[in-house]
């Protein structure tokens, strides 16, 4: 398994537009063979950066859940809408691999007396 991040840099008076464009993916990215961990936009500090993030097999099933995005209606009508808007100034993807697992329990919360 590997994580995509998509690091974008994006218009901040158009934040709202990304958030559109992020709610959308929501949809198409699961049901086109990706498993989405979210969209994140900004919230304190950068009002400029933002993150999409999935995981996915491999880069093989990658390249085919890429042309079935392409192929999903709503993902052209958002890329078509991305493109058009003009709010997404720069976008950057890396796969990394999670080496940090399996991870240990979590610590159990504190309970007052």
Same mark, same amino acid.
């Given at each position: 398994?590997?994580?995509?991040?998509?690091?974008?840099? #994006?218009?901040?008076?158009?934040?709202?537009?990304?958030?559109?464009?992020?709610?959308?993916?929501?949809?198409? #990215?699961?049901?086109?063979?990706?498993?989405? #961990?979210?969209?994140?936009?900004?919230?304190?500090?950068?009002?400029?950066?933002?993150?999409?993030?999935?995981?996915?097999?491999?880069?093989?099933?990658?390249?085919?859940?890429?042309?079935?995005?392409?192929?999903?209606?709503?993902?052209?009508?958002?890329?078509?809408?991305? /493109?058009?808007?003009?709010? #997404?100034?720069?976008?950057?993807?890396?796969?990394? /691999?999670?080496?940090?697992?399996?991870?240990?329990?979590?610590?159990?919360?504190?309970? /007052?007396?």
């Amino acid at each position: 398994m590997i994580t995509c991040f998509i690091r974008y840099e #994006i218009d901040p008076f158009k934040r709202d537009r990304f958030e559109q464009y992020a709610r959308a993916w929501g949809q198409s #990215i699961p049901r086109n063979g990706a498993e989405l #961990i979210g969209y994140f936009g900004p919230h304190e500090g950068s009002a400029t950066t933002a993150y999409g993030v999935y995981n996915i097999e491999n880069l093989a099933a990658y390249e085919a859940y890429r042309a079935r995005l392409a192929a999903d209606p709503l993902g052209r009508e958002n890329y078509e809408f991305a /493109k058009r808007e003009r709010f #997404i100034l720069k976008e950057d993807r890396i796969f990394l /691999k999670n080496m940090s697992m399996p991870h240990g329990a979590p610590m159990e919360k504190a309970t /007052k007396p």
